[in-house]
C-alpha cells in the first residue's frame, strides 16, 4: 500500500514538473535560455518547455524600440567654448544572443559610446556651427553608433541633440545679438515701408496728373468738334438760302438788299474794323435817299 502512495506521489511530481517547464513569450519579446550555463535557444513569442533543472531563462529581452534619455554631457568646441549636451537615443534589440553575450551592461556601454562620439563631433565644429548644425550631429552620431553596436545585437533607429547650453556669458552675448538683429529688421522694415508709402503717393500723383491731362485733351477735342460743327452748320444754312435763292429768280435789288442786311449784322458783332464793299456804300446812299423823301412828304 505504501508502495502505491509513493508512486502516485511521483507520477504526481513529475506532472507537475512537466507542467512546470512549460512558459508562454509574449508578444515583441524573446527569451534567451541556457542548459547547464551554455546557450541552448532563444524563444520567441509563444508556448515553449525547457527541461526542469537542466534549462533556465538567462534574459528576458524586450524587442520594441526603445528611448534613452542621457543626462547633459559636457563637450568643448573647436573654438574652445564649453557646454552642455544632451541627447535621445532611439535603439532596437535585433540579435537577443548577441545583446545578452555581446557586451556586459549594453545601457551603460551605449551611454558612454554616445558620449565620447559627441564630443569627437562638437570638436570639430565651432560655437556658431554647433547651434546651427543639428542635423548634422544627430545623422554622425547615428552612423557612428549604429556600427558600433551591431555587434551587440542592437540597431540605432536615431539620435536626437535634446538640448544644447552654452555657458551664461555666452547667452547674453547671444541675446544682445539677437536683439540688435531684430531691432535691425525692425529699422529696414520701417524703412521699405516708408519707401512704398512714397512710391505709391508719386504714383497716385503721376496718374491723377495723367488722367487731369486725358480730360483736358478729351474736353478741347469736344470743343473743337462742336466749333466745327457749327461752322458745317452755318456753311450748310447759307449754301441752302443761295440754293433758295437762286430758285427763285432773285433780283439784283433783292441781293443788294440781303448784302445790306448781313451788312448790318457783322455791324452789330465784335469786329473792331468792316471793310464795306462799293456796291453796299452805293445801296447805303440809296437807302438813306429813300428815307429823306419820305420824311418829306411825312411833313407837306
Known amino acids: 500500500m505504501e508502495f502505491w502512495y509513493i508512486l502516485i506521489s511521483l507520477v504526481v511530481l513529475l506532472l507537475v514538473l512537466v507542467i512546470s517547464g ?23 513569442d509563444g508556448l515553449h518547455w525547457r527541461a526542469p533543472f537542466f534549462d533556465r531563462i538567462a534574459q528576458r529581452i524586450l524587442l520594441k524600440e526603445q528611448v534613452i534619455d542621457f543626462k547633459p554631457q559636457p563637450v568643448i568646441t573647436r573654438d574652445n567654448v564649453t557646454m552642455q549636451i544632451d541627447t535621445v537615443v532611439y535603439f532596437q534589440i535585433t540579435d537577443p544572443k548577441l545583446y545578452a553575450y555581446g557586451v556586459n551592461s549594453p545601457m551603460l556601454a551605449i551611454e558612454n559610446l554616445t558620449a565620447t562620439t559627441l564630443r569627437n563631433i562638437i570638436g570639430e565644429l565651432e560655437l556658431d556651427q554647433t547651434l546651427t548644425s543639428r542635423d548634422l550631429i544627430n545623422t554622425k552620431m547615428r552612423v557612428i553608433l549604429d556600427e558600433a553596436t551591431d555587434p551587440w545585437g542592437i540597431k540605432i533607429n536615431r539620435v536626437e541633440v535634446k538640448n544644447i547650453l552654452p555657458p551664461r556669458d555666452i547667452q547674453e552675448a547671444m541675446e544682445k545679438q539677437m536683439r540688435a538683429e531684430r531691432e535691425r529688421r525692425a529699422v529696414i522694415l520701417n524703412a521699405d515701408g516708408q519707401k512704398e508709402a512714397a512710391i505709391r503717393i508719386a504714383e497716385g500723383e503721376k496718374q491723377s496728373q495723367i488722367l487731369r491731362a486725358e480730360a483736358d485733351r478729351e474736353a478741347q477735342i469736344r470743343r473743337a468738334e462742336g466749333e466745327a460743327e457749327a461752322i458745317l452748320k452755318v456753311q450748310d444754312a447759307t449754301a441752302e438760302g443761295l440754293k433758295k ?33 462799293s456796291e453796299i456804300q452805293n445801296l447805303a446812299g440809296l437807302v438813306t435817299s429813300i428815307s429823306e423823301i419820305a420824311k418829306k412828304d411825312n411833313v407837306e
Open 22 to 44: 512549460f512558459r508562454i513569450v509574449p508578444q515583441s519579446a524573446a527569451w534567451v535560455i541556457e542548459r547547464l550555463g551554455s546557450y541552448r535557444i532563444t524563444w520567441n
Open 245 to 277: 435763292l437762286n430758285a427763285a429768280n432773285t433780283t439784283e435789288q433783292v441781293l443788294r438788299l440781303k448784302a445790306y442786311d448781313a451788312f448790318i449784322q457783322a455791324a452789330n458783332g465784335k469786329a473792331t474794323k468792316i471793310i464795306v464793299p
